[in-house]
């Protein structure tokens, strides 16, 4: 009996071996599993992270979840299929496609069989929709609603960024190139905020990076195999290991510095760096039309005032120059309508709609458009009815608006004859209604904010006629103190945007000249938006100067016989007197006001305007005056200058001050204020300073090298002594003008400090060194906490998975 259990248990020790080591061949499988696994959910985080900047261009947050679902499919299907075993080529493929299937349930699931599965009709809805995001994104402003077209290109976009990172990280193995593809986001949503992106946007795509270069870090190091800690193991500390511990602390280092690069880049950009290069004279800066609210801020706002082109007029009265109409309004933004592709400018353009038939005068125009300047569309007073160019130009009759055909406005010369409009009070003031050829320059949504209507109601109170209502709301915005002009306000025309311009009753040209014509359309006037230039700067012999900051916007609103004429509400400060044909005399505007509490408006009749350069025969002013003088921020920028320099300096006096306060009357705690505040100096000064010294070793030292005379030798053992008294005695006795001997001491320490030390402690005084390192202390710390907090939990969860796993023990042997 004993023989056979001795047999049974070597077959049992005989077995054992074979099976443990199948466990562990299981168990590095499932490692390699987990670690394969770790890393496509890490991508697919760091992919869905890299995509929330784009929250900061929209309206709404509806297409967040189907991008997360997007970038889940994506990880998902490479993950399953590597692990089948599909050639590495056919993975990409796959994912495409499902990301292909995902946007089609989302915008086209009513035209797939059983939601999903494509048709022909199925493709072309894809395009369509695909199309409509791109008409979005050139049309509207930063925040843009999220229509299904931009739904499409977002959760598409997400779903690429996704494709890109998994295929880069997981399969190629190259994480640090898939930063590419995680900045993406990033950098369109900063290439579409005129006003610049805010800096916490770029943490989520940087944290989810540095999380990818980590998790791949740790994969690879775990291949190599580790040599666990003795020491750990019999203290029962888990071990942080180094090279994560260090790779985190350089981690949160480099985000942090990536975060402040992107917030000082454009100062350095443009005001340290200077202009990029270029011809032109406008240091290679290229002014766009490609979405005209959009460009219109991004001139105004732009640092360099750069030349866009000159026009010489044949007549003395100066012409704004039109780029674009906008006769659209949709309750989000005014844009452009769906218009057809109408005969080449090769004669004369049609009568301007609405224009009586009469002799009205001509003007000649030479225009030379810059290297700075791009735009398919053509820069033109108004009306036009010649216009001699090279290329394929096209107009829109009812705006006449000229666009190329694949072509460019830069750098062109070109002739125009526009006829010189200055319609009456009379003729304006008795014009007939409006024909139906402009019913569409009425329409508005089916809801606008109850502050427009009332506001323009209460605007136009009294006036008889469609002419002196319009007249009326100009009046209104352009009343001293109602209005104010900041290029900094927030662009935007739908219904909160406009509530909060009209309360805050600040803004820029775009949203004066669209609220007033909405308020147009509203009291049934039909109005629209024009995009482009003022005047420019008068410049001699019939030349103008127009800049991009003379970038503008303003209403034409509609009457029988005079056409489309320009009114000008934004505030005379800007672009000087409104045109003459707009003032109705002697017409006193009503001043509503958006707040009730506010102060009543004082009504005045006349409106200061910058003086026109009449002996010059200049027009209307331009929104551009001539540079001031550099000198104040010349003078500005030296004293910025030198209070940053200061600053270490003033910071280190604020510290000493407050180390002084907190002593109080407690003898002890002063002598040790005044010990530091020699330390400090000695330091300074470049002197050596033992902490582990006795204070009278050390002061002998000091006088030693600071070359003490013997006033300051004996003020120096007073303040040794009352040192000795605070550290050593039972009840340290008080020491009358302590502050006033050290301060003494201190100066002679730094007047037998160097020129080059002097300056340093200037530049950064000791107490500020001490205080970085004792911050970098604190730091360390910190990350030490959390490294070791993180290691006990992972510890413990892996014990307590291990326990889990582990078979129960065989019942006793009888």
């Not at 399953?80 to 946007?103: D, M, N």
């Not at 002063?670 to 902490?691: T, V």
Request: charged content about 20%; aromatic content about 8%; proline content about 8%.
């Amino acid at each position: 009996m004993g023989a056979a259990r001795a047999a049974a248990a070597g077959r049992a020790g005989g077995g054992s071996a074979p099976r443990r080591r199948r466990e562990r061949t299981r168990g590095e499988l499932m490692s390699s599993l987990s670690a394969h696994g770790r890393l496509t959910i890490v991508a697919a985080v760091a992919a869905w992270l890299s995509v929330l900047p784009l929250f900061a261009i929209t309206q709404t947050d509806d297409w967040i979840v189907p991008a997360a679902i997007g970038v889940a499919l994506v990880a998902g299907t490479g993950y399953v299929l590597r692990k089948l075993g599909v050639p590495a080529l056919l993975v990409p493929i796959a994912q495409l496609a499902v990301v292909t299937l995902w946007l089609g349930v989302l915008v086209a699931n009513d035209v797939a069989l059983l939601g999903f599965i494509p048709t022909t009709d199925w493709a072309t809805r894809l395009v369509d929709v695909f199309q409509e995001g791109l008409d979005v994104t050139s049309t509207y402003v930063a925040p843009i609603p999220v229509p299904r077209g931009i739904l499409m290109l977002v959760v598409g976009g997400a779903g690429l960024v996704a494709l890109l990172v998994d295929a880069l990280a997981v399969w190629l193995r190259r994480v640090p190139l898939a930063g590419v593809p995680l900045a993406a986001c990033y950098g369109v949503a900063a290439s579409v905020m005129t006003i610049g992106l805010d800096w916490w946007w770029f943490l989520p795509p940087a944290a989810g990076f540095l999380a990818l270069l980590v998790s791949e870090g740790r994969t690879r190091v775990a291949a190599w195999g580790r040599s666990a800690s003795p020491s750990a193991r019999r203290s029962g500390i888990p071990e942080t290991d180094s090279l994560a511990r260090n790779g985190r602390r350089v981690g949160a280092v480099a985000l942090a510095v990536a975060v402040a690069v992107p917030g000082i880049a454009p100062v350095l950009t443009e005001g340290v760096l200077g202009p990029g290069r270029g011809g032109g004279g406008g240091g290679g800066q290229t002014i766009r039309t490609d979405n005209p609210i959009i460009d219109l801020q991004r001139n105004l706002q732009r640092r360099e005032n750069v030349e866009v082109l000159r026009y010489t007029s044949s007549v003395e009265q100066a012409a704004y120059i039109r780029i674009v109409t906008l006769d659209v309004f949709d309750g989000e933004e005014w844009k452009t309508s769906d218009r057809p592709v109408p005969d080449s400018v090769s004669s004369e353009l049609p009568w301007p709609q609405g224009l009586d038939q009469a002799d009205w005068p001509v003007a000649d125009y030479d225009i030379r458009v810059t290297e700075n300047f791009s735009s398919s569309w053509l820069p033109l007073p108004y009306p036009a009815r010649t216009i001699d160019i090279e290329g394929d130009w096209r107009y829109h009759a009812p705006t006449l608006d000229v666009v190329a055909d694949g072509d460019d406005v830069r750098a062109r010369s070109y002739n125009v004859q526009s006829l010189v409009l200055e319609p009456t009070v009379d003729a304006l003031s008795s014009a007939g209604p409006p024909s139906d050829d402009v019913d569409a320059m009425l329409e508005l949504p089916d809801e606008l904010p109850p502050l427009v209507t009332e506001l323009a109601d209460e605007a136009t109170e009294g006036a008889a006629n469609d002419f002196e209502r319009a007249a009326a709301l100009q009046r209104w915005f352009r009343q001293p103190g109602n209005f104010e002009y900041d290029i900094e306000a927030r662009g935007g025309h739908n219904g909160d945007a406009l509530v909060e311009f009209l309360n805050d009753r600040r803004g820029y040209c775009e949203q004066f000249a669209a609220t007033m014509a909405i308020m147009a359309r509203y009291l049934g006037i039909p109005a629209r938006v024009a995009v482009g230039f003022t005047t420019g700067t008068y410049q001699g012999n019939g030349t103008y100067l127009v800049r991009s900051h003379d970038s503008h916007a303003w209403p034409e609103l509609y009457f029988e016989g005079s056409g489309w004429v320009r009114f000008e509400p934004t505030p005379a400060t800007i672009t000087g007197t409104a045109p003459e044909w707009t003032e109705v005399p002697n017409q006193a505007p009503n001043v509503p006001n958006a707040d009730p509490t506010a102060p009543e408006q004082q009504p005045s009749n006349t409106a200061p305007a910058i003086p026109r350069d009449d002996q010059l025969g200049g027009g209307a002013a331009s929104g551009e005056q001539d540079p001031p003088s550099q000198w104040p921020l010349i003078v500005l920028g030296a004293l910025a200058l030198l209070a940053f320099f200061a600053t270490p300096t003033v910071a280190a006096r604020i510290g000493r001050e407050l180390r002084w306060r907190r002593a109080a009357d407690d003898p002890g705690a002063l002598a040790e204020a005044a010990w530091a505040d020699l330390r400090e100096s000695a330091r300074d000064a470049g002197h050596p300073w033992d902490p582990a010294a006795t204070p009278r070793v050390t002061g002998r030292r000091l006088a030693a090298a600071a070359s003490l005379d013997d006033d300051d030798h004996e003020l120096l053992d007073h303040l040794v002594g009352a040192v000795e008294q605070a550290r050593y005695a039972r009840r340290p006795a008080p020491v009358e003008a302590l502050r006033e001997d050290t301060a003494m001491v201190r100066r002679s320490i730094a007047r037998s400090a160097s020129a080059g030390r002097r300056v340093q402690a200037f530049l950064l005084p000791t107490r500020l060194r001490d205080s970085a390192v004792e911050a970098n202390r604190r730091l360390v710390d910190g990350f030490d906490w959390i490294d070791a907090t993180g290691e006990r939990l992972r510890t413990s969860v892996a014990a307590a998975a291990t326990r889990r796993r582990l078979p129960a023990p065989p019942p006793p042997a009888e």
